[in-house]
């Protein structure tokens, strides 16, 4: 078996903002990142897929139905996408003077559009999840071979086909093991928050919740801009615990109607629970004081879920994603961590308890992990497991029914036609 790969990750998350690309080394054990690079997603692709999404969340996420009625619209977006992407990695490699021939594989992970995990549709109903990409056509345009489809597998080994992240944190634990960084949660701040904890020999990972969502979504709504950047419009306000609670209570709900923040691990989540409360649409609040109030919500549910932990509140938090460069959703983590943060009434026992006065939370880029590119490296680390055949969901991580290898193979030239995942609505009656 070869030692050493040389594998390319790719990432366009549920913000719809970038695509990320990260070529990576992997020798024995470590692991190193050689370069990276960003491109911005052109505003046609990344409304496209949010019409594809509203539309699937109407329908139940049948992609089958939903190409048969839109079949020109659905390819031209895929072409363009797929092309972004290839574009993408091309000029990261021609930058960087890398020739595609020494590239072992790149990981694919598509545009996620619709999830609809086991833990959601219970007994006698079809688990199910949407990725669209074609990892044929990206592998012809780059003449390397693409691994992709990686949450399929999980799905129909019983898993929740997500998060993926934890066996690739415990891959770099490793390392921090060896500085004495030990135990240590890693915590993504994207469009959905996710944790994941190596501790001892193991790691649990799970999705949390909303990160960013409903702050980008009232900026890019009442603001017509992408973020609050730098927090400038929510350092204005203050928290209203009012609309806290609403949002706790009401603002993530599973298609049965269960709070998805108190479910138990292991759990996923999709963004269209993600609902707009009352109190949050309509304006009787100053903008401020809601978007506040949705920025320390972000860190209030991730910091609730480490109630959920194996392990008593480690003392090193990595944190990593687009959502921790708000300065305000950082400060909030820190002081729930710590138990020095007001909370809700009905939570200060649980929050004693997660409370550790010596948590360090620092950027992963400190420990020498680049967070611009850890959701990109991830499918990097996929791509190069899938080559040697080695699992990367888990009973404890995803809830599978055993350690799962994810992803197929698509080579130059080959004869894969798919343009989405093969755990798509329908997959359990092919």
């Not at 006698?124 to 044929?136: R, V, Y």
């Not at 992240?165 to 701040?189: M, Q």
């Not at 003392?315 to 983590?333: A, E, H």
Request: proline letters at 5%.
């Amino acid at each position: 078996m070869k030692q050493e790969y040389l594998c390319a990750g790719i990432m366009t998350g549920n913000s719809l903002d970038a695509v990320d690309v990260v070529l990576t080394k992997f020798k024995g054990k470590a692991i190193s990142d050689i370069c990276g690079h960003t491109e911005i997603i052109p505003d046609f692709v990344a409304e496209g897929f949010r019409l594809v999404k509203s539309a699937l969340a109407n329908n139940g996420g049948d992609i089958g139905a939903f190409y048969a009625e839109n079949k020109d619209f659905f390819e031209e977006l895929h072409q363009s996408y797929i092309n972004l992407v290839a574009r993408t990695v091309a000029k990261m490699l021609a930058q960087n003077g890398i020739c595609p021939d020494g590239v072992d594989a790149v990981g694919f992970h598509g545009q996620t559009c619709y999830h609809f995990p086991p833990s959601v549709a219970g007994e006698g109903c079809e688990p199910n999840t949407l990725q669209i990409g074609s990892g044929q056509m990206l592998s012809n345009l780059l003449n390397i071979p693409v691994v992709y489809d990686f949450r399929s597998d999980d799905i129909m080994s019983g898993g929740e086909g997500a998060p993926l992240a934890p066996v690739h944190n415990l891959h770099l634990a490793e390392d921090l093991r060896s500085k004495g960084i030990f135990p240590a949660v890693f915590c993504n701040g994207g469009n959905t928050g996710n944790l994941a904890i190596v501790y001892g020999d193991g790691v649990m990972g799970w999705d949390c919740g909303p990160f960013n969502h409903f702050a980008d979504t009232l900026v890019r709504v009442e603001k017509n801009e992408n973020c609050d950047y730098d927090g400038k419009y929510g350092r204005k306000g203050k928290v209203n615990y009012v609309l806290l609670e609403e949002l706790f209570n009401q603002s993530v709900q599973t298609n049965s109607g269960e709070n998805f923040i108190l479910k138990n691990p292991p759990k996923s989540s999709d963004p269209a629970w993600y609902k707009m409360t009352a109190s949050l649409s309509e304006k009787n609040l100053p903008f401020e004081d809601r978007l506040r109030t949705v920025e320390f919500f972000s860190a209030y549910i991730m910091a609730y879920n480490l109630i959920y932990a194996p392990v008593k509140t480690p003392d090193y938090f990595l944190i990593f994603g687009g959502g921790w460069n708000n300065p305000l959703i950082r400060s909030d983590f820190e002081a729930l961590l710590r138990g020095t943060a007001d909370v809700l009434p009905q939570h200060k026992k649980i929050f004693a308890v997660i409370a550790n006065d010596k948590v360090s939370v620092e950027w992963s880029d400190k420990f020498g992990y680049a967070g611009k590119y850890m959701e990109a490296r991830i499918f990097a680390d996929m791509a190069k497991c899938r080559l040697t055949n080695e699992p990367f969901s888990t009973p404890l991580t995803t809830g599978c029914k055993t350690p799962t290898v994810g992803g197929i193979v698509a080579y130059p030239d080959g004869g894969d036609k798919r343009l989405w995942s093969r755990a798509a609505k329908g997959w359990s009656h092919k």
